[in-house]
């Protein structure tokens, strides 16, 4: 299975050819993932429950727990995360309070274990 590359917030990729590039594997989960964790639940019309919205918490360093059990729900919904072993989210805030996610899972759709790794 693939899909268009088009990482969260950004734009759809071209191939030095011109062509639209496509993600699959590894790169289409991660990119499944941060789509639903970051997605605002609500914002898609035909999935009112969609998402994790982990942008509300951008300036919340306080919050590791709360960002912590959103992950893990949402992470448990989406089809290329296996539940078992569940994954392991590491939540880290730096001096300056940005706030770090680091989580291992284990890639369903392709049996390896994947480390996704972004900041709010």
Not at 9 to 38: E, F, H, I
Not at 75 to 90: D, F, Y
Request: glycine share 10%.
């Amino acid at each position: 299975m693939s899909d268009l590359s088009l990482q969260f917030g950004g734009d759809l990729s071209v191939s030095p050819t011109g062509d639209l590039l496509r993600a699959d594997g590894q790169a289409l989960s991660q990119q499944r993932v941060l789509r639903r964790l970051l997605t605002n639940p609500g914002d898609y019309i035909w999935q009112r429950n969609y998402g994790g919205g982990l942008g509300q918490y951008i300036g919340k360093p306080g919050a590791t727990a709360s960002i912590s059990g959103v992950a893990r729900t949402q992470m448990l919904l989406e089809v290329a995360v296996a539940a078992t072993p569940s994954p392991v989210i590491n939540v880290v805030v730096s001096d300056n309070s940005i706030v770090t996610l680091s989580i291992s899972y284990l890639d369903s759709l392709v049996n390896q274990n994947s480390v996704l790794t972004f900041s709010l």
